[in-house]
């Protein structure tokens, strides 16, 4: 079955349920919450969910991470984790979306799911006004900073997931407006000679708001439909809140 940038669900499939967390939340009790609902996913017994939430600042690790690009956490957490990919930084400002999708249900085929969540995220920031890519030996969706120097790129958001079960966990971020700066103190993703950026630094007047409202209008085209969530319908995410306004 070919997947080429669409991963929609198939009619055996319910949609989607979207929650937003306000605030930040920590990063063991995310992580802690989100592989109990993908388990639960696995059993049939919880709904596909995509939970769009902020973290405190800290430095993620993941399977392929290696200690040199380890620079500096500066004093900040550093947790290793099971998702794909290598060290990044995740802190207020940056919207991360953990994706907990059944993918025995819409084809088990993990390259293609990546390629999908790219599409995603460039239609999404397209609507924003960025003009994103994916590029060769890259995770992640860049921009052209021509304006920098020749050849410069900039990544504004990073993909990296984990699938247990045939169930997805973790997922993506997207730059907004984070502290850059704290990408000084590791090599992110394992890239050196590029830089990084967000909506804010590349001058878009767009808000973590607009960016759920294009994440959310986009999402269908690539993995199906989506299904409002009742408030504390879900009890592990009781202080999330739908993503319908």
Known sequence: MPFDENFAQSGRSPAALWLRSPGVVAYPAAVAAMEAHADAVSRG???ELIWLIEHPPLYTAGTSAREADLL???GLPVYRTGRGGQFTFHGPGQRVVYLMLDLSRRGRDVR????????WLIESLALLGVAGACRAGRTGIWVPRPELGEGREDKIAAIGIRVRRWVSLHGLSVNVDPDLARFAGIVPCGVRDQGVTSLAALGRQAGMAELDRAL??????????????????????????????
């Open 216 to 245: 959310l209008a986009t999402f269908s085209r690539h993995f199906g439909g989506v299904a409002k969530a009742e408030s504390g319908a879900l009890a592990a995410f009781s202080a999330a809140a739908p993503l319908f306004s």
């Open 72 to 74: 500096d956490a500066g």
């Open 112 to 119: 293609a799911f990546v390629r999908a969540i790219e599409a």
């Open 45 to 47: 017994e919880a709904p």
